[in-house]
């Protein structure tokens, strides 16, 4: 029988839908190729216009509180985005000069809203006494008082250069009382400067020593666009270095820091560690299977259909959710893995029947029939158990369900379009031609069937390695008591040493911590309630208070009732100051320097309430947030580093909700996010599993109409998962909100091993579970390494948080693989000896 009669009688015999596919293929396999790259120039397309968010609150879910209340913060405050030029040298003078020259050149620049390297503190000086507590003020009201008495009481003046004293009788002259404030001053902090110094009404951004100083850069609009960011870094970094630094002092060194770079950083961070994943995955991937297949166009047959799908999965992904977040960005490689395994099982078969001496189409037919059946059933377990993490608030979980899934399942249609496609024009113009071939082979081996099922050897000692894998388990269960969740948030973050100079640098003129709770306030009653009420919780503390200090626009602007108070006395200084002046000018002209002292002093006393609108500008920006947006801002900041999660609870749980004035406000803090997150990912991980195991075990059961077989298929990966457990118990891996993603990725990725090897036993017939685990255990075992090497790129990153994801998803995949090939073969057999499995 020729090739075309051999064809027609096996696609007679196939299901009519895989006939129909097969024909479909055959004769439009140019028009295939042609639509998969146009579709794929599509995703392209859309795919470049894909946005990475490295903000950790976008795992979080929309609803929020927390989040909300930080996005409302931030939206307030302009997320106190800045540019930071730290310049440092032993001339303080010289410092001073750098920075005063390079803010002129900047603020030149449209972008930039403010440029500055001290705070005008001129305001507070006119109004110091306003700072002064009423009492104080009152005795220095006494202390003027005493002395206006003494002096009216002993008067010394003269006539015509004759001195002339006039004593009130009864008097007596005695000491005069000391009008010496001191004590006060020091009480609240002498003003020690220079008042001919220009920069005596300026508060520099400088350390102690001085010879550290800081011009802060403060654009206008937003930041939150990297690539606006990184343009603005740009221009300040080329700006600093076309300074002469040596001119100024020749040990002069300039660092730039700020939010604006630490972003930049992170995101380079993130995008240095995909390419190194990438470059190490990849290429683990590619000589993987250079190796096995020893061909370099295989790289090509099933690298081009993946490519494809990678492409067409991304375009959507961008339509429906626009962005990537920390953990999904990777799934840029992971998805190379997942998707590669259908075509590692396509090409496993299509090269078997080619070196068996079938022709293409039978072999097409084998891949597309026997193979497909195999593949269709894992990749409907895989995809549905992706798509079941979308069940989860954890967005950490749903994003990553929605894009593995739509991966996994346009790879399985890429595979089984684009291959065949690929392969017949490969046969076409003869870049495929298989290897050793053995002849022909007859009709029913091209079908799929086994002539002589009797001839296959049972798996010998099966019992010994069931035996062995429940030892195991029962090993394991030692470890998994020992799993604990990591606490310590710091140990999650990307590592940027680079940062770590300029940071403490600038620790050192901003010394408060960054780490703080902000509260949004629209009114200062308001203001002032919540300060009295976050007061009242640092009070109630029994040991030390996880509260360190509040900070507000009265550490400012004294409230209205203090300052009428306080002007209240400083009138009547002011009046005792007047009469003084008056009394040296009728009877001591002369004493000019007690004259002008005096003069001096009523320029303090000659002041009105003072107001929020009448701050600078930088730091109304501070307690008022943007210009127009109205409200306050009050700051909270925190005992100890919120990093350990006992320490942010426990500050979380003191200021969630702040009641005051008969309402509820609520501070927002990147500690209440992380509190939060991690609570619900304990919970939503849980659920997750849950509904993926759930999910596969119903899905199983649909699949082989028989519970037996159903459980069967899931003994591996729960074995797997066990053993995972007990290593990462045993290894001190500890479970966060990055490697949780990946349990119920485990679950689904691991079932496909179990699905391929049972449908080939089930293909074998009796005793073929041994054959099933020399052919398709051995595609089974390379397609898990492929993924494996997927997870393993992350293991090179610099964010720890996803070299433990990577760790962890290597550990779960491995123990499911090896699960796979010998305890659930194994256990088949063993069902089979007792005739326990019908075929």
Request: aromatic share 8%; with cysteine.
């Amino acid at each position: 029988m020729n090739e075309s009669g051999h064809m027609n009688s096996e696609l007679a015999q196939a299901p009519v839908f895989v006939r129909a596919l097969v024909n479909c293929i055959q004769r439009g396999y140019l028009i295939i190729l042609l639509l998969a790259f146009a579709l794929a120039y599509v995703g392209f397309d859309r795919a470049r216009n894909m946005r990475l968010d490295t903000d950790i609150t976008s795992l979080m879910p929309d609803g929020i509180a927390s989040v909300e209340n930080l996005e409302k913060v931030v939206e307030k405050t302009g997320g106190y985005s800045s540019i930071m030029v730290v310049v440092n040298s032993p001339d303080p003078d010289n410092n001073i000069q750098f920075l005063e020259d390079l803010r002129e050149s900047v603020l030149q620049w449209d972008w930039v809203s403010s440029a500055e390297y001290a705070e005008d503190i001129e305001i507070f000086q006119q109004h110091q006494l306003l700072y002064v507590d009423v009492e104080d003020l009152r005795e220095v009201r006494s202390r003027f008082g005493n002395r206006i008495e003494y002096e009216k009481k002993n008067l010394d003046f003269k006539i015509d250069d004759t001195n002339v004293r006039i004593r009130i009788r009864g008097a007596g002259r005695g000491i005069p009382p000391s009008i010496d404030f001191t004590d006060i001053q020091e009480k609240y902090g002498a003003d020690t400067s220079d008042p001919d110094d220009p920069n005596a009404a300026r508060k520099i951004f400088t350390d102690e020593t001085g010879e550290l100083a800081i011009l802060n850069i403060l654009p206008s609009g937003s930041t939150t666009g990297m690539g606006h960011s990184r343009r603005l870094l740009d221009e300040v970094e080329d700006k600093v270095a076309s300074f002469d630094l040596p001119s100024y002092h020749s040990e002069m060194t300039v660092k730039i820091g700020g939010r604006i770079r630490n972003r930049v950083e992170e995101f380079d961070a993130v995008i240095n560690d995909l390419k190194s994943s990438a470059f190490w995955s990849i290429g683990a991937i590619f000589i993987a299977m250079l190796l096995f297949y020893r061909r370099v166009f295989a790289l090509v047959y099933i690298g081009v259909p993946l490519v494809v799908a990678f492409l067409c999965t991304f375009g959507i992904v961008q339509v429906v959710l626009g962005s990537l977040n920390l953990i999904t960005i990777f799934l840029v490689i992971i998805l190379f893995g997942l998707g590669i395994d259908f075509g590692i099982h396509n090409l496993f078969r299509y090269e078997e029947i080619r070196r068996s001496g079938g022709s293409p189409s039978q072999a097409l037919l084998m891949v597309c029939d026997k193979t497909g059946r195999a593949s269709v059933m894992a990749a409907i377990t895989t995809v549905i158990a992706f798509y079941a993490l979308m069940v989860s608030n954890f967005k950490a979980f749903y994003e990553f369900g929605f894009i593995a899934g739509t991966g996994v399942l346009l790879s399985l249609i890429s595979m089984y379009l684009v291959f065949p496609s690929l392969m017949l024009l490969a046969e076409k113009v003869k870049l495929y031609k298989p290897k050793n071939p053995k002849g022909d082979l007859n009709q029913n081996a091209a079908e799929g069937l086994v002539t002589n099922r009797v001839a296959n050897k049972p798996m010998s000692k099966p019992f010994v390695w069931v035996i062995g894998t429940i030892i195991m388990c029962l090993i394991s269960s030692v470890g998994i008591s020992q799993v604990r969740f990591e606490d310590d948030f710091s140990k999650l973050r990307a590592n940027l040493p680079q940062l770590q100079p300029v940071k403490d640098d600038i620790n050192k003129v901003f010394p408060l911590r960054t780490d703080r709770a902000v509260v949004f306030i629209e009114s200062l009653e308001d203001v002032a309630a919540v300060l009295e009420a976050v007061e009242s919780i640092r009070q109630q503390s029994v040991d030390v208070s996880s509260i360190e200090a509040v900070k507000s626009i009265y550490d400012l602007v004294p409230d209205k009732a203090e300052q009428e108070a306080r002007l209240a006395e400083i009138v009547l200084i002011e009046e005792q100051i007047e009469e003084s002046v008056r009394l040296l000018e009728d009877f001591n002209e002369e004493d000019q320097k007690k004259i002008e002292s005096l003069q001096e002093f009523l320029t303090y006393t000659a002041i009105g309430e003072l107001t929020p609108e009448e701050l600078p500008e930088a730091l109304k920006l501070v307690y008022t947030g943007v210009s127009d947006s109205g409200g306050y801002l009050v700051y909270i900041y925190n005992t100890k580093s919120v990093a350990k999660l006992a320490d942010a609870q426990e500050f979380v749980d003191d200021i969630r909700e702040i009641s005051a004035n008969g309402k509820t406000f609520y501070p927002a803090t990147e500690a209440m996010i992380f509190v939060d997150m991690l609570n619900l990912m304990k919970s939503e991980a849980v659920t997750s599993i849950g509904a993926v195991l759930v999910t596969l075990f119903i899905m199983l059961v649909l699949v082989y109409r028989q519970l037996s077989k159903a459980v069967l298929a899931l003994s591996p990966i729960i074995v797997g998962m066990i053993v995972m457990f007990g290593a990462m118990g045993f290894m001190d891996i500890k479970l966060n909100i990055f490697n949780m993603v990946v349990l119920p990725t485990v679950l689904g990725i691991g079932v496909d091993n179990a699905i391929h090897i049972y449908h080939r036993y089930d293909e074998e017939g009796r005793n073929g579970i041994s054959k099933a685990i020399r052919t398709t255990g051995i595609a089974a075992m390379l397609s898990t390494m492929t993924t494996m090497f997927g997870f393993a790129g992350m293991l090179s990153a610099g964010n720890k948080g996803l070299v433990s994801l990577g760790l962890v998803a290597c550990i779960g995949l491995f123990c499911c693989l090896v699960a796979s090939l010998t305890f659930f073969p194994a256990l088949i057999q063993l069902m089979d000896s007792r005739k326990m499995l019908p075929n």
